[in-house]
């Protein structure tokens, strides 16, 4: 599998990632080789095989419904980049 | 003090030979005189670590102290540590201070370890070398051109120069055992779910496990026995009692059976490694063991199919640094995708990057089945094979690492060369088997690792059977010279 330049700009653009324009030929070239790579596995009969999502196929656990938790806001907003009055602030989104 | 064992340290304590705040200054002192030449650590926390040290001394004085009471220890930058720095190697997390602790800093906290400070990793935990740290890279004591191995360098470096007798790492790929063998000490990864990963920052969900370094067998089974054990604010803990890892340390390996992988001894092994690999084995034919040649036909699909279940779900964990809750933020965002993407571009590094790009591509829509839905058969696959192998015999060894310690730079600039660097330890991951690397040899004046793979929560029988192997070598007690 090769990609082409628009492909990775736009797998960037999925993730939301900035990336430098001088930096996107390595980028595409790396991504390749390592997509070559994986792609051994395309030789692998895997008709019926159960995909296995953990290792131990655990389920997981429930826990009743139950407040466990106190509010701890301050002490974890205290790490935002920016806050008001509880909340955390962006740029404006609606005009 | 810097040359003892954690349990010579700890029987020294006790008998009051010396104080822990001695122990702390003493180790404190070799950090600042050389660590400069290793960056073993990003953060030193010279103040909590004599607090720390001081309360454990209290309870040494009142005869309530536990088998870690007052003995110092390096913790992976990966940890949550409240009000201590967690920056995971990361330019995005480098003004994060932990809001809460990891429970793993917990339970050594409460165990009444010290904690001298945060070391060095990949960033993300994403490498194989140290390379990829915004805080430069870590050397390896054994020779400052070659790297320690990753992503938990900076704890392996630290045990290896003597600067701590034990430390924590996390493993996902061989992140623990590649850099126990690069620097020539003992490391662990216990079988998934077995430590607690809440509060350790997430790399891949479903193969990340903490476990410990140190420089002998009985001294890992020391802090695995306190960093172990059911947590119920981590979903995927599993609920088992802890056995006293130490209890079974003295067991006879007679009749013991070791199950050697014919495709661990292919192409891409260094002789020197392969030599070492062949003389521990026969210490261990010594020891009563029988060694069978068995088949893990799937071995050369791990590496593949890890590189697309870890950055998959690594492209998943890492959404979460988006610039507005916490860690990084981009300097006058236009708007709020501005605000995300430049946060993310500015705030991770190429390799990190590479892995979120990856990941984005094999769970976007027509390719999902392709890639992480195939790798996650082929996971099965190999999980399958190992439990068949577990039928025949008792422990699976080989190679950790297929050579010795690399130059600096030497695959910085090849993702695939420098991913094969863990071609025996990713396979155990992807199946969430314990595994241990402990010293073996020195082809070439440089550590080599053997590794030593059990059955699921075989932890106590692995520290046995590395226990009884360091009874009758001394690599483990090998020094790097200027760290004597």
Redesign the interface.
């Known amino acids: 599998m090769s990609l082409q330049a628009s492909?990775?700009e736009k797998?960037?653009h999925?993730?939301?990632?900035?990336?430098?324009a001088d930096?996107i030929p390595e980028?595409t070239r790396?991504?390749s080789?390592?997509?070559a790579?994986?792609?051994?596995?395309?030789a692998?009969d895997?008709a019926g095989?159960?995909?296995?999502?953990?290792?131990?196929e655990?389920t997981?656990?429930l826990?009743p419904d139950t407040v466990t938790e106190v509010n701890?806001r301050e002490?974890?907003q205290?790490?935002?980049?920016?806050t008001e009055a509880g909340l955390?602030l962006?740029?404006?989104?609606i005009e | 003090m810097h040359s003892k064992s954690l349990v010579e340290l700890a029987a020294g304590l006790q008998a009051g030979e010396f104080s822990s705040e001695e122990l702390t200054r003493a180790c404190l002192d070799r950090v600042g005189r050389l660590d400069g030449a290793l960056n073993s650590f990003i953060t030193v926390a010279d103040e909590q670590a004599l607090a720390a040290a001081r309360a454990a001394d209290a309870c040494l004085q009142q005869g309530e102290a536990g088998p870690l009471t007052g003995i110092p220890f390096a913790h992976k930058d990966i940890f949550c540590t409240q009000g201590i720095r967690t920056s995971c190697g990361s330019r995005m997390l480098d003004n994060f201070t932990a809001p809460y602790d990891a429970t793993v800093t917990a339970k050594l906290q409460a165990a009444g370890a010290v904690m001298l400070g945060k070391t060095n990793m990949d960033e993300f935990a994403m490498g194989s070398s140290n390379e990829t740290s915004f805080y430069g890279p870590v050397k390896n004591p054994w020779n400052t051109d070659t790297v320690p191995g990753g992503s938990s360098g900076g704890s392996a470096a630290a045990v290896a120069a003597r600067l701590v007798p034990a430390g924590t790492g996390t493993d996902t790929g061989g992140s623990i055992r590649q850099p126990a063998a690069l620097c020539g000490v003992t490391g662990l990864k216990p079988t998934y779910g077995r430590v607690s990963r809440y509060g350790m920052i997430a790399f891949a969900s479903s193969l990340d496990q903490a476990g410990p370094f140190a420089r002998s067998a009985e001294d890992a089974a020391i802090m695995l026995g306190v960093m172990a054990g059911f947590d119920e604010r981590d979903s995927t803990s599993v609920d088992r009692p802890v056995e006293d890892y130490r209890a079974g340390l003295g067991d006879s390996l007679k009749g013991l059976r070791i199950g050697l992988p014919k495709e661990y001894f292919g192409e891409g092994l260094d002789a020197g490694v392969a030599a070492a690999v062949e003389a521990a084995l026969e210490e261990f034919r010594k020891l009563g063991a029988t060694v069978t040649e068995i088949s893990l036909p799937n071995t050369h699909l791990a590496v593949p199919a890890y590189y697309v279940v870890a950055p998959a779900e690594c492209s998943s964990n890492l959404s979460r640094f988006d610039g507005v809750r916490f860690g990084y933020r981009a300097g006058n965002p236009q708007d709020l995708t501005d605000l995300y993407t430049r946060s993310r571009g500015e705030g991770f590094g190429a390799e990190v990057k590479r892995r979120i790009l990856i990941g984005t591509y094999a769970l976007s829509a027509g390719y999902y089945d392709a890639y992480y839905l195939k790798a996650q058969q082929v996971r099965r696959l190999i999980r399958d094979e190992f439990l068949q192998a577990f039928e025949q015999v008792d422990v699976i060894m080989g190679p950790t690492a297929p050579s010795t310690a690399f130059r600096l730079g030497e695959k910085a600039d090849d993702p695939v060369s420098m991913y094969l660097s863990d071609i025996y330890t990713i396979a155990v991951n992807l199946a969430g088997l314990p595994a241990m690397s402990v010293p073996a040899g020195m082809p070439g004046d440089m550590p080599a690792g053997l590794h030593l793979v059990g059955n699921y929560f075989a932890e106590g029988r692995l520290l046995n059977i590395a226990h009884q192997y360091q009874q009758v070598t001394d690599w483990h007690l090998r020094c790097p010279e200027g760290y004597e």
């Open positions: 492909d990775v797998i960037a999925l993730a939301r990632l900035g990336i430098d930096d980028h790396n991504l080789a390592i997509l790579f994986v792609e051994q596995l395309n692998v895997t095989v159960e995909p296995l999502a953990h290792p131990l655990a997981q656990r826990r701890d002490n974890f205290h790490v935002a980049p920016q955390y962006v740029p404006k989104v």
